[in-house]
């Protein structure tokens, strides 16, 4: 199985914890389950972008606000940071 589709159905699972949680606990209970689920989901989502290459920056950067690979028609965005 992939990493992604094990990543998909955990979150999955915790979006109908919380679905559940809300509905059988009071709303202070729920409110901290939510937020439980928040900080697993956050860790979730920090382990499946580490790969162990040693490249920090894949998997935070959009490679779409990337100026690098434009070359010489770059779009504004990438104008107004460049020296």
Request: proline share 5%; charged share 10%.
């Amino acid at each position: 199985m992939s990493q992604r589709f094990i990543s998909n159905v955990a979150l999955a699972i915790a979006g109908a914890v919380v679905v559940v949680s809300t509905q059988a606990f009071a709303s202070q209970t729920a409110g901290w389950v939510t937020f439980g689920v928040s900080l697993g989901a956050l860790a979730l989502l920090a382990m499946a972008n580490r790969d162990g290459t040693g490249d920090r920056m894949r998997g935070f950067s959009t490679p779409g606000l990337r100026c690098s690979h434009y070359g010489r028609r770059s779009p504004p965005w990438c104008t107004a940071a460049q020296p």
